[in-house]
């Protein structure tokens, strides 16, 4: 049984409809059951912006930025009636391999993984990456906005502020494979995705 693939859509697509569309109609047309995790884009800006003024802790906006997350995923859904929602983890692999995308949108669960600190040192990536690790999916991909360098490790994509920090220790530990497409290469999605299905999930990128 082949595995689904996790895709992270980068929350910065949000601000670009014709890049979205683009990235969800290639999600769309591959053949490997995937499962969509949103990012939280300009809905956890505004956490970002409201923490200093309001004195929250950083746990309290941990929370809101995965209902920013949920935010950006109910927007998906909205635009896409090809993406399937999926409120449990245990209903993801058998959602996706209707041959829709499935959507999660994060909930409690992410928020008492060990895994993942309630920091900003959290992002929408490590969620990501927790999730293929729970779920054993054969790998993650994260979709970004910006160009991405070829060849580069995940350690150099946190450096450059491409991914956080946690998320390169949660992949290292769990031996997961995984890709990072950019701006300019959203065609390539289809042959990665079908490239990472055929991996047990314990490979190298």
Known sequence: MTRPV????????????????????????????????????????????????????????????ILAMRQFGLAIADLDPRVAHCDT??????????????????????????????????TSDAIAAWLAQRIAAAGVVFVKSCAVPPGQTLEAHAAAGRIDTITPGLIARSGMAWRMVGDGAYDSLPAVLDALAAIDGRGAP
Not at 10 to 32: E, F, I, K, T, W
């Open 89 to 122: 983890l245990e209903g993801l692999p058998v959602t996706a391999r209707r041959g829709l995308p499935a959507l999660h949108v994060p909930s409690s669960d992410s928020l008492s993984a060990p895994e993942l600190p309630s920091s900003w040192a959290t």
């Open 6 to 65: 996790v895709v992270k859509i980068g929350g910065s697509l949000a601000a670009d409809r014709m890049r979205l569309m683009a990235v969800l109609d290639h999600l769309a047309s591959a053949p490997a059951p995937i499962i969509i995790v949103p990012g939280g884009g300009p809905f956890a800006d505004e956490v970002r912006q409201a923490q200093g003024p309001l004195g929250l802790s950083d746990r309290a906006c941990h929370a809101m930025a």
